[in-house]
């Protein structure tokens, strides 16, 4: 009973704090104050005070990561009342999100092994360029650790939405659909969000692009890892 109260207890205040966060984000727009910045900083101080353990904090918490797949899905709405975006881009959109999702597997990989990391490591990176729900798919294919792959996948997303209107700036990236693709390709759900912030467009595109990187590394997992990892 005491272990339910307090996973329970760790769910309210896991939504009051990212509540209270995302009002700050919104009023004060700071790096540091980006909810997904934060809100886990926050929260693993309070765990570490409290000695509240992991497994008691997520017993009931799980419930939030559970609602990562009906939140992506939702991302499909705007792409389907925009269709005529797609229609008229599909081709640069299949090609950047081949190029994407290529780019994003095989540099995280060789940059690990440059680097001599784990081949667990290496498996989880892999997939972190890909939103939480489709990496977590794809990892289980690959054999990534899931608690890594979701770490790599947040610190990808926050980085890229950081900067990434920094680099467009510095590469003269000015059309939208540029924008849209980069952010959706590179930052998958924090990177989308920032799109949206930008315009309509920006974000259709972004959302189609993260959902079809996801889609396509999870089909791909297998054959990704019999030519990354399968002895010669």
């Given amino acids: 009973m005491r272990d339910l109260m307090i996973g329970v207890?760790?769910?309210?205040?896991?939504?009051?704090?990212?509540?209270?966060n995302k009002r700050l984000y919104r009023r004060w727009h700071k790096l540091l104050l980006m909810p997904l910045v934060m809100t886990p900083m926050v929260l693993v101080a309070l765990l570490l005070v409290?000695?509240?353990?992991?497994?008691?904090?997520?017993?009931?918490?799980?419930?939030?990561?559970?609602?990562?797949?009906?939140?992506t899905?939702?991302?499909a709405v705007p792409v389907?009342?925009?269709?005529?975006?797609?229609?008229?881009?599909?081709?640069?959109?299949t090609a950047g999100v081949i190029t994407a999702t290529t780019v994003a597997v095989v540099s995280s990989v060789w940059l690990a092994r440059l680097f001599t990391l784990s081949e667990e490591i290496q498996r989880s990176l892999a997939v972190r360029s890909i939103t939480t729900p489709f990496a977590l798919a794809a990892a289980r294919q690959l054999g990534g650790q899931p608690d890594l792959v979701a770490l790599f996948v947040v610190i990808t997303g926050v980085?890229?939405?950081?900067?990434?209107?920094?680099?467009?700036?510095?590469?003269?990236?000015k059309q939208g659909l540029a924008k849209g693709a980069g952010f959706g390709a590179a930052s998958?759900?924090?990177?989308?969000?920032?799109?949206?912030?930008?315009?309509?467009?920006?974000?259709?595109?972004?959302s189609l692009v993260m959902m079809l990187s996801g889609v396509v590394t999870v089909i791909l997992a297998p054959v990704i890892g019999h030519m990354m990892w399968s002895p010669l």
């Avoid at 389907?80 to 959109?93: F, P």
């Avoid at 924090?190 to 595109?205: F, H, L, N």
Wanted: with cysteine; glycine share 10%.
């Fill in 50 to 71: 409290t000695h509240v353990s992991w497994q008691n904090y997520i017993s009931e918490s799980h419930w939030l990561l559970w609602l990562l797949g009906p939140a």
């Fill in 159 to 173: 980085f890229g939405m950081a900067v990434g209107d920094m680099l467009f700036l510095r590469l003269a990236v």
């Fill in 9 to 20: 207890a760790c769910l309210l205040v896991t939504v009051l704090v990212y509540g209270i």
């Fill in 80 to 93: 389907y009342e925009n269709m005529a975006i797609i229609r008229r881009h599909w081709l640069s959109l």
């Fill in 188 to 206: 998958h759900g924090a990177g989308t969000a920032r799109a949206y912030e930008i315009g309509q467009q920006e974000g259709v595109v972004s």
């Fill in 73 to 75: 899905l939702a991302f």
